[in-house]
T-cell receptor, first 108, second 117 residues
Framework: GQQLNQSPQSMFIQEGEDVSMNCTSS?????WLWYKQDPGEGPVLLIA?????ELTSNGRLTAQFGITRKDSFLNISASIPSDVGIYFC????????FGTGTRLQVFP | GAVVSQHPSWVICKSGTSVKIECRSL??????MFWYRQFPKQSLMLMAT?????????EQGVEKDKFLINHASLTLSTLTVTSAHPEDSSFYIC?????????????FGAGTRLSVL
């Protein structure tokens, strides 16, 4: 099935550092969603974006809907140990397509 | 956010048996529910879309006779893995979209880990 390209594939950072990850596609999406998945759990919605250029924050998380509608970015500021997990972007047209995921490890 | 309950969270079965997984939207009505499959260290792959009161739409390569989906009410969808084999072992996750809500947000259950011996 179709997937979105997400980078980086994994990140190992120190607590307190900022994190940036992005998602790109060859297709245009009208909605971008960012989810976090902990091991053995389902994805939990973090941020939803609906308009090209839109910048939305949720606490220490900020996400942007790319102007071309083919990409999206997620930033996490001042990372903490509980930020550990896998972050997925997802683009929506007539169905939700998931990115390949970014695995985040935070060291104290 | 809206709550989606999935049951069971973990099931082990013998090869050849059938397994049913339930997905319920607890505090909203969902005309559309989705079933995903996730292999270790991989992303979620959409298996099928189920609409309340009608037949499910399966993604290419997903056997509809193998993975039976029933969406009998606005709050319940079930996935039955028929005649399960070891290659069906995976993490199955359901998702629901709120009826009448045009924002394209899907909420996910906690997943069901299926191990077929």
């Amino acid at each position: 099935g179709q997937q979105l390209n997400q980078s980086p594939q994994s990140m190992f950072i120190q607590e307190g550092e900022d994190v940036s990850m992005n998602c790109t596609s060859s297709s245009i999406f009208n909605t971008w969603l960012w989810y976090k998945q902990d091991p053995g759990e389902g994805p939990v919605l973090l941020i939803a974006l609906y308009k090209a250029g839109e910048l939305t924050s949720n606490g220490r998380l900020t996400a942007q809907f790319g102007i071309t509608r083919k990409d999206s970015f997620l930033n996490i500021s001042a990372s903490i140990p509980s930020d550990v997990g896998i972050y997925f972007c997802a683009g929506y047209t007539d169905k939700l397509i998931f990115g390949t995921g970014t695995r985040l490890q935070v060291f104290p | 956010g809206a709550v989606v309950s999935q049951h069971p969270s973990w099931v082990i079965c013998k090869s050849g048996t059938s397994v049913k997984i339930e997905c319920r939207s607890l505090d909203f009505q969902a005309t559309t529910m989705f079933w995903y499959r996730q292999f270790p260290k991989q992303s979620l792959m959409l298996m099928a879309t189920s609409n309340e009161g009608s037949k499910a739409t399966y993604e290419q390569g997903v056997e509809k006779d193998k993975f039976l989906i029933n969406h009998a009410s606005l709050t319940l969808s079930t996935l039955t893995v028929t005649s399960a084999h070891p290659e069906d072992s995976s993490f199955y996750i359901c998702s629901a979209r709120e009826a009448g809500w045009a924002k394209n947000i899907q909420y996910f259950g906690a997943g069901t880990r299926l191990s077929v011996l």
